[in-house]
């Protein structure tokens, strides 16, 4: 069945350091990518997506790839920041006619000022 | 803007005690979820809710049954509640239809159970 794996946290930077969080898929169809972030105490929140394979989805500074040829769709930003402190999961979805969101395990971040 | 909104945020219960989790949503989506969520397993599917009047199994509804009690409303009853059941529990709904929507989260109910 389709699964989303992810790297293994806690990813620990120092503020204005380069993040890449990996994210690799399988999936019989053409699935959409989602990366959506959890700050403590809340639940999930949509950061960015992609729906088709080269596309980019990209906000607040973060961006992702999908790439249909590796499977994945890894999370970068240039410069990260203590706010920037979370948990962030890659989901994805066999398009819009599935009702199913398969997530991956979830990657901590903490970034150090 | 409420978005998803959750009830309660906490509960503790003892080992065969019920309990409902209250769901509600008031951005007019069709669809709606229930997922819980432990550590190192990411978030899992428990049912879902495609439209009003229809549910569905996820990947672990064993010991939950739910009710799509009109458009806004999701509820998720555990009947005789067990300590493997003690999770952060998170509704979620989304437009079906409109082009790959997002889910959107409440901010979930953290259940302890001993």
């Known amino acids: 069945g389709d699964s989303v794996t992810q790297m293994e946290g806690p990813v620990t930077l120092s503020e204005e350091a380069f993040l890449t969080i990996n994210c690799t898929y399988t999936a019989t169809g053409y699935p959409s990518l989602f990366w959506y972030v959890q700050y403590p105490g809340e639940g999930l929140q949509l950061l960015l997506k992609a729906t088709k394979a080269d596309d980019k989805g990209s906000n607040k500074g973060f961006e992702a790839t999908y790439r249909k040829e590796t499977t994945s769709f890894h999370l970068e930003k240039g410069s990260v920041q203590v706010s920037d402190s979370a948990v962030y999961f890659c989901a994805l979805s066999e398009g819009d006619s599935s009702y199913k969101l398969i997530f991956g395990s979830g990657t901590r971040l903490l970034v150090r000022p | ?114």
């Open chain 2, 1 to 114: 803007n409420a978005g998803v909104t959750q009830t309660p945020k906490f509960q503790v219960l003892k080992t065969g005690q019920s309990m409902t989790l209250q769901c509600a949503q008031d951005m007019n989506h069709n669809s709606m979820y229930w997922y819980r969520q432990d550590p190192g397993m990411g978030l899992r599917l428990i049912y879902y809710s495609a439209s009003e009047g229809t549910t569905d199994k996820g990947e672990v509804p064993n010991g939950y049954n739910v009710s799509r009690l009109n458009k806004r409303e999701f509820s998720l009853r555990l009947e005789s509640a067990a300590p493997s059941q003690t999770s952060v529990y998170f509704c979620a709904s989304r437009q079906q239809g409109a082009g790959n929507s997002p889910l959107h989260f409440g901010n979930g109910t953290r259940l302890t159970v001993t």
